[in-house]
Protein backbone atom coordinates (compact mmCIF):
# COMPACT_ATOMS: atom_id res chain seq x y z
CA UNK A 1 0.00 0.00 0.00
CA UNK A 2 0.99 3.72 -0.53
CA UNK A 3 2.13 5.18 1.99
CA UNK A 4 1.95 9.62 2.53
CA UNK A 5 3.36 10.27 5.88
CA UNK A 6 3.47 14.01 7.13
CA UNK A 7 5.72 14.45 9.90
CA UNK A 8 3.97 16.23 12.73
CA UNK A 9 0.08 15.46 13.50
CA UNK A 10 0.08 18.94 15.78
CA UNK A 11 1.52 21.97 15.64
CA UNK A 12 1.41 25.08 17.75
CA UNK A 13 3.39 27.51 16.15
CA UNK A 14 3.36 31.72 16.81
CA UNK A 15 2.69 34.25 14.40
CA UNK A 16 5.38 35.46 12.05
CA UNK A 17 7.18 32.19 12.57
CA UNK A 18 8.54 30.47 9.69
CA UNK A 19 6.39 26.47 9.19
CA UNK A 20 7.69 23.87 7.87
CA UNK A 21 5.41 21.27 6.82
CA UNK A 22 7.11 17.88 5.41
CA UNK A 23 5.36 15.49 3.04
CA UNK A 24 7.07 11.68 2.04
CA UNK A 25 5.67 8.89 -0.13
CA UNK A 26 6.69 5.87 -0.55
CA UNK A 27 5.70 4.81 -4.40
CA UNK A 28 7.54 6.94 -6.62
CA UNK A 29 4.22 8.74 -7.11
CA UNK A 30 4.99 11.64 -9.71
CA UNK A 31 1.93 14.34 -8.13
CA UNK A 32 2.01 16.08 -4.66
CA UNK A 33 -0.21 18.02 -3.34
CA UNK A 34 -0.89 20.05 -0.30
CA UNK A 35 -3.99 21.32 0.25
CA UNK A 36 -6.01 23.10 3.50
CA UNK A 37 -9.08 21.71 4.92
CA UNK A 38 -11.14 24.52 6.99
CA UNK A 39 -15.26 23.89 8.41
CA UNK A 40 -17.54 24.46 5.22
CA UNK A 41 -14.69 25.33 2.89
CA UNK A 42 -13.86 21.97 2.07
CA UNK A 43 -10.66 20.97 0.42
CA UNK A 44 -8.35 24.01 -1.20
CA UNK A 45 -5.36 23.26 -3.02
CA UNK A 46 -2.71 25.25 -1.94
CA UNK A 47 0.30 24.24 -4.39
CA UNK A 48 0.99 20.62 -6.23
CA UNK A 49 4.04 18.83 -8.17
CA UNK A 50 4.40 16.53 -11.20
CA UNK A 51 7.98 16.54 -10.83
CA UNK A 52 10.71 16.87 -8.46
CA UNK A 53 11.78 20.63 -8.92
CA UNK A 54 8.59 21.64 -10.52
CA UNK A 55 5.56 23.23 -8.69
CA UNK A 56 2.40 24.45 -9.91
CA UNK A 57 -0.04 27.11 -7.69
CA UNK A 58 -3.23 25.76 -6.83
CA UNK A 59 -5.95 27.95 -5.70
CA UNK A 60 -5.01 29.61 -2.34
CA UNK A 61 -1.47 29.67 -2.69
CA UNK A 62 -0.50 32.64 -1.13
CA UNK A 63 1.26 32.66 2.19
CA UNK A 64 2.70 29.45 1.21
CA UNK A 65 5.63 28.54 -0.88
CA UNK A 66 6.97 24.54 -1.77
CA UNK A 67 9.95 22.85 -1.81
CA UNK A 68 10.29 19.25 -4.19
CA UNK A 69 14.24 18.63 -4.31
CA UNK A 70 13.31 14.86 -4.23
CA UNK A 71 10.74 12.92 -5.95
CA UNK A 72 9.43 11.51 -2.51
CA UNK A 73 9.42 14.75 -0.21
CA UNK A 74 7.19 17.65 -0.64
CA UNK A 75 7.35 20.53 1.76
CA UNK A 76 5.14 22.84 2.55
CA UNK A 77 6.37 26.53 4.12
CA UNK A 78 4.69 29.29 5.79
CA UNK A 79 7.28 32.12 4.84
CA UNK A 80 5.32 34.09 8.37
CA UNK A 81 3.09 32.20 10.11
CA UNK A 82 -0.35 34.35 10.71
CA UNK A 83 -3.37 33.30 12.39
CA UNK A 84 -5.92 32.44 9.79
CA UNK A 85 -3.41 29.74 8.18
CA UNK A 86 -4.84 28.10 11.34
CA UNK A 87 -6.08 25.05 9.95
CA UNK A 88 -6.03 20.75 9.27
CA UNK A 89 -3.29 20.86 6.15
CA UNK A 90 -3.24 17.41 4.01
CA UNK A 91 -0.67 16.30 1.57
CA UNK A 92 -1.73 13.49 -1.15
CA UNK A 93 -0.02 12.09 -4.04
CA UNK A 94 -1.28 9.85 -6.92
CA UNK A 95 1.15 8.53 -9.65
CA UNK A 96 -0.53 9.60 -12.71
CA UNK A 97 -3.33 11.77 -14.60
CA UNK A 98 -6.86 10.72 -13.48
CA UNK A 99 -6.01 8.22 -10.65
CA UNK A 100 -7.08 7.91 -7.18
CA UNK A 101 -4.81 10.06 -4.33
CA UNK A 102 -3.36 8.63 -1.62
CA UNK A 103 -3.56 11.26 1.87
CA UNK A 104 -1.40 11.63 4.78
CA UNK A 105 -3.32 11.83 8.03
CA UNK A 106 -2.99 15.53 8.29
CA UNK A 107 -1.49 17.87 10.33
CA UNK A 108 -3.35 19.80 12.51
CA UNK A 109 -1.76 23.70 12.83
CA UNK A 110 -2.37 26.29 15.18
CA UNK A 111 -0.98 29.63 14.70
CA UNK A 112 -1.43 32.13 17.77
CA UNK B 1 -13.08 28.87 -12.43
CA UNK B 2 -14.09 25.71 -11.74
CA UNK B 3 -15.87 24.37 -9.10
CA UNK B 4 -17.33 21.48 -7.47
CA UNK B 5 -20.45 21.75 -5.20
CA UNK B 6 -22.30 18.72 -2.72
CA UNK B 7 -25.68 18.81 -1.85
CA UNK B 8 -26.76 18.81 0.97
CA UNK B 9 -23.85 20.10 3.36
CA UNK B 10 -25.48 17.92 6.34
CA UNK B 11 -27.94 15.03 6.48
CA UNK B 12 -29.41 13.15 9.41
CA UNK B 13 -30.96 9.87 9.16
CA UNK B 14 -32.48 6.87 11.60
CA UNK B 15 -30.09 3.47 10.79
CA UNK B 16 -31.44 1.73 7.90
CA UNK B 17 -32.31 4.49 5.95
CA UNK B 18 -31.04 5.33 2.45
CA UNK B 19 -29.60 8.27 1.50
CA UNK B 20 -28.56 9.96 -1.80
CA UNK B 21 -25.48 12.23 -1.47
CA UNK B 22 -24.97 14.67 -4.67
CA UNK B 23 -22.13 16.44 -6.49
CA UNK B 24 -22.38 18.42 -9.22
CA UNK B 25 -19.38 19.99 -11.38
CA UNK B 26 -17.65 22.86 -13.26
CA UNK B 27 -14.66 22.28 -14.99
CA UNK B 28 -12.59 21.78 -17.95
CA UNK B 29 -10.48 19.39 -18.91
CA UNK B 30 -12.65 16.87 -16.75
CA UNK B 31 -10.37 13.20 -16.22
CA UNK B 32 -12.18 11.78 -13.42
CA UNK B 33 -14.44 11.78 -10.11
CA UNK B 34 -13.59 10.22 -7.02
CA UNK B 35 -15.85 10.23 -3.99
CA UNK B 36 -14.25 9.98 -0.23
CA UNK B 37 -14.94 9.30 2.92
CA UNK B 38 -13.73 11.24 5.86
CA UNK B 39 -13.99 10.32 9.77
CA UNK B 40 -11.44 11.26 11.79
CA UNK B 41 -8.14 11.62 9.83
CA UNK B 42 -7.67 11.48 6.25
CA UNK B 43 -9.81 10.84 3.40
CA UNK B 44 -10.28 7.24 2.76
CA UNK B 45 -10.68 6.24 -1.46
CA UNK B 46 -14.26 5.41 -2.33
CA UNK B 47 -14.73 5.26 -5.87
CA UNK B 48 -13.54 6.38 -8.94
CA UNK B 49 -15.91 7.28 -11.92
CA UNK B 50 -14.69 8.20 -15.38
CA UNK B 51 -17.23 6.83 -17.35
CA UNK B 52 -21.43 8.03 -17.32
CA UNK B 53 -23.81 5.92 -16.88
CA UNK B 54 -21.40 2.91 -15.06
CA UNK B 55 -22.71 1.98 -11.77
CA UNK B 56 -19.34 1.32 -8.86
CA UNK B 57 -20.72 -0.41 -6.30
CA UNK B 58 -18.84 -2.37 -3.18
CA UNK B 59 -20.81 -3.18 -0.51
CA UNK B 60 -23.87 -0.75 0.47
CA UNK B 61 -22.39 2.06 -1.27
CA UNK B 62 -22.81 2.69 -5.11
CA UNK B 63 -22.15 5.94 -7.04
CA UNK B 64 -22.95 6.64 -10.82
CA UNK B 65 -21.71 9.65 -12.91
CA UNK B 66 -23.40 11.66 -15.31
CA UNK B 67 -21.08 13.43 -17.65
CA UNK B 68 -23.34 15.15 -19.69
CA UNK B 69 -25.31 16.82 -16.96
CA UNK B 70 -21.81 17.27 -14.76
CA UNK B 71 -22.82 15.38 -11.76
CA UNK B 72 -22.45 12.34 -9.39
CA UNK B 73 -24.53 10.61 -6.40
CA UNK B 74 -23.29 8.77 -3.77
CA UNK B 75 -25.97 6.05 -2.52
CA UNK B 76 -25.64 4.37 0.65
CA UNK B 77 -28.30 1.64 1.60
CA UNK B 78 -29.13 0.13 5.25
CA UNK B 79 -27.80 2.66 6.90
CA UNK B 80 -25.22 2.01 9.48
CA UNK B 81 -24.03 4.69 12.31
CA UNK B 82 -20.27 3.58 11.20
CA UNK B 83 -21.12 5.07 8.13
CA UNK B 84 -21.66 8.51 9.67
CA UNK B 85 -18.82 10.42 8.11
CA UNK B 86 -18.04 13.19 5.90
CA UNK B 87 -18.09 12.24 2.12
CA UNK B 88 -16.38 14.18 -0.95
CA UNK B 89 -16.54 14.51 -3.55
CA UNK B 90 -13.28 16.12 -5.91
CA UNK B 91 -13.02 16.23 -9.75
CA UNK B 92 -9.60 15.51 -11.31
CA UNK B 93 -9.08 17.51 -14.34
CA UNK B 94 -5.70 18.00 -15.79
CA UNK B 95 -3.41 21.20 -16.08
CA UNK B 96 -3.88 23.08 -19.39
CA UNK B 97 -0.71 22.89 -21.41
CA UNK B 98 1.01 20.28 -18.95
CA UNK B 99 0.52 16.74 -18.55
CA UNK B 100 -0.33 17.55 -14.88
CA UNK B 101 -3.53 16.68 -13.18
CA UNK B 102 -4.85 18.52 -10.28
CA UNK B 103 -7.97 17.55 -7.83
CA UNK B 104 -11.01 19.95 -6.68
CA UNK B 105 -12.95 19.19 -3.80
CA UNK B 106 -16.56 20.15 -2.73
CA UNK B 107 -17.33 21.11 0.74
CA UNK B 108 -18.00 17.80 1.67
CA UNK B 109 -21.75 15.91 2.99
CA UNK B 110 -21.80 15.73 6.67
CA UNK B 111 -23.98 12.42 7.01
CA UNK B 112 -24.92 12.02 11.08
CA UNK B 113 -26.57 8.10 11.52
CA UNK B 114 -28.31 7.69 14.78
CA UNK B 115 -29.65 4.73 15.55
Known amino acids: DVKVTQSSRYLVKRTGEKVFLECVQD?????MFWYRQDPGLGLRLIYFSYDVKMKEKGDIPEGYSVSREKKERFSLILESASTNQTSMYLC???????????FGSGTRLTVV | EDKVVQSPLSLVVHEGDTVTLNCSYEVTNFRSLLWYKQEKKAPTFLFML????IEKKSGRLSSILDKKELFSILNITATQTGDSAIYLCAVVSRVEYSSASKIIFGSGTRLSIRP
Open chain 1, 27 to 31: MDHEN
Open chain 2, 50 to 53: TSSG
Open chain 1, 92 to 102: ASSPYLGQGYT
